[in-house]
């Protein structure tokens, strides 16, 4: 009876561990660290902010700061699947629904700055390396 109960309660936990959790909003920030001189250290380091992603449910908008301005925006996207529209030349509030009959629609794939969506294959990508984030940042 107590092995019953024990298998009955493993499959709970293994079934609950497989629900997927589905996030309705939030954001991503895309930074990118460039290291100089790292054979030598890690203490010559510059950020560049390359992209803010905010999402909810399917809508999803890009803000792209300027390099010499962080805190202003130099392009902003709204992107609907495969296609995205350039929200830079709207200066009055934005409806969803209208964007895709003001605006022409661009192929996501063809955007060259911010986050970048490709659908190539990346060269040798099967050959590649795993290394842990601890030894970037193991110092000497």
Not at 40 to 65: A, R, V
């Amino acid at each position: 009876m107590k092995l019953k109960l024990l298998f009955y309660i493993f499959l709970f936990i293994l079934s609950s561990c497989q629900k997927e959790i589905k996030s309705e909003k939030g954001g991503i920030d895309l930074i990118s660290n460039v290291y100089f001189e790292a054979s030598k250290g890690l203490d010559q380091m510059e950020s560049f902010h390359l992209s803010k992603i905010n999402y909810s449910q399917d809508k999803i908008i890009e803000l792209i700061p300027d390099t010499a301005f962080p805190e202003i925006n130099k392009h902003v996207y709204y992107i609907n699947d495969s296609l995205y529209y350039q929200l830079d030349n709207l200066k009055n509030n934005i409806i969803f629904s209208e964007v895709s009959q003001k605006l022409k629609p661009l192929l996501v794939w063809d955007k060259k700055n911010g986050a970048i969506f490709s659908k190539e294959w990346i060269l040798n990508y099967r050959n590649r390396r795993i290394l842990s984030d601890t030894i970037l940042f193991k110092k000497i």
